[in-house]
């Protein structure tokens, strides 16, 4: 859009004010946040509801990234303990 707006071939009736410009950006940035946050929303909620896809999921990770603990600790602490709001009693 930068160089689009910097352009000398540009028609300046086309042309983006800077406020445009800034606002675009924006909304490309929240677009793409929004867009993932509730991916990931609906991600673990599945998950939550189906623990038959979870254990499957957790097989594949495991078999994917083999002796690595790092991966199982933050699944242990972060997603499945409920101590941190975990997953369990969905």
Same mark, same amino acid.
């Given at each position: 859009m930068i160089n689009f707006r910097n352009s000398k071939e540009m028609d300046t =009736?086309?042309?983006l004010? +800077?406020? %445009?410009?800034?606002? #675009?950006? &924006? $909304?490309?940035i929240f677009a793409a946040c929004d867009t993932t946050s509730t991916s990931l929303s609906f *991600?673990?909620? %599945? *998950?939550? $509801? =189906?623990? +038959?896809? #979870? !254990?499957? *999921? !957790? %097989?594949? &990770? +495991?078999? $994917?990234?083999?002796?690595?603990?790092?991966?199982?600790?933050?699944s242990q602490k972060f997603m499945w303990d409920g101590k941190y709001g975990g997953l369990h009693g969905y």
């Open positions: =009736h086309k042309a004010s +800077d406020l %445009e410009l800034m606002a #675009q950006s &924006i $909304t490309f *991600l673990v909620y %599945e *998950l939550a $509801t =189906h623990p +038959d896809v #979870q !254990q499957k *999921l !957790q %097989e594949k &990770i +495991d078999a $994917t990234f083999p002796n690595r603990p790092i991966c199982k600790v933050v």
